[in-house]
Each structure stands twice: as structure tokens, then as C-alpha cells.
């Protein structure tokens, strides 16, 4: 089992940046590809950004590349969301996700466990 924890979200300005943390429990999470999903009201959840268990890989959504960064520290048990150049459409509540596996994944379902989320508010 897998217990994600997230925090960091507010509201912050256009143009502005903000921090995700994303605190996992367990003993093997180093062997978990780590994801950020997010979903705005009225939409279906979207996947953000991915990173795998060895953080070789990380894959990003074409709406955050360039602007969004994912990392992770495994001595740690946690994982990072960098959000720079923040625009009202990123408005949303951010997700931790872990899977069972490796390799990272874009599809919700790909995932097993879940946090609670943290809401980030960007205004214009």
C-alpha cells in the first residue's frame, strides 16, 4: 500500500509559480512511477506530468511542457511539481498518483494509488 499526501497548492497570479510536494508512505516507493494528474470543474481529469522510478524519464503534457517540471527523491519518499509561468487554465486540483510499476504511464487508469489532491488557483 501507498499513501500520497499532496501540498503547495494556492492561488497565485498569472505569470506566477507555485510548488507541488507530493509525500508518499511505504517502503517501496523507489519502485513506483510517480505521476501529477489534474482536473478543473466540469472537465475530466488530465494527465500532467510523469516520472519514472530511476527519474531517467519524465514525460509531460503539451499544455505544461517547457513551463512545468517533475522530479523525485527517493530517499525522500516524495515527488515534485514545479509550476512556473502559471496561466488561469491551469486553474485545477492537482493529483499525486503512483503505480505499481517502473515506467511512467499518461493514463489515469494506469495508476493505482491516489492522493487527495490540492487545489491551485491561478487568477488573471
Known amino acids: 500500500q501507498v499513501q500520497l499526501v499532496e501540498s503547495g497548492g494556492g492561488l497565485v497570479q498569472a505569470g506566477g509559480s507555485l510548488r507541488l510536494s507530493c509525500a508518499a508512505s511505504?517502503?517501496?516507493?523507489?519502485?513506483?512511477?510517480m505521476g501529477w494528474f489534474r482536473q478543473a470543474p466540469g472537465k475530466e481529469r488530465e494527465f500532467v506530468a510523469a516520472?519514472?522510478?530511476?527519474?531517467?524519464?519524465?514525460y509531460y503534457a503539451d499544455s505544461v511542457k517547457g513551463r512545468f517540471s517533475i522530479s523525485r527523491d527517493n530517499a525522500k519518499n516524495t515527488v515534485w511539481l514545479q509550476m512556473n509561468s502559471l496561466k488561469p487554465e491551469d486553474t485545477a486540483v492537482y493529483y499525486c498518483?503512483?503505480?505499481?510499476?517502473?515506467?511512467?504511464?499518461?493514463?489515469?487508469?494506469?495508476?493505482?494509488?491516489w492522493g487527495q489532491g490540492t487545489q491551485v488557483t491561478v487568477s488573471s
Open positions: 511505504g517502503r517501496t516507493f523507489s519502485r513506483y512511477g
Open positions: 498518483a503512483a503505480r505499481d510499476k517502473i515506467t511512467i504511464a499518461t493514463m489515469s487508469d494506469s495508476y493505482d494509488y
Open positions: 516520472i519514472s522510478w530511476s527519474h531517467d524519464s519524465m
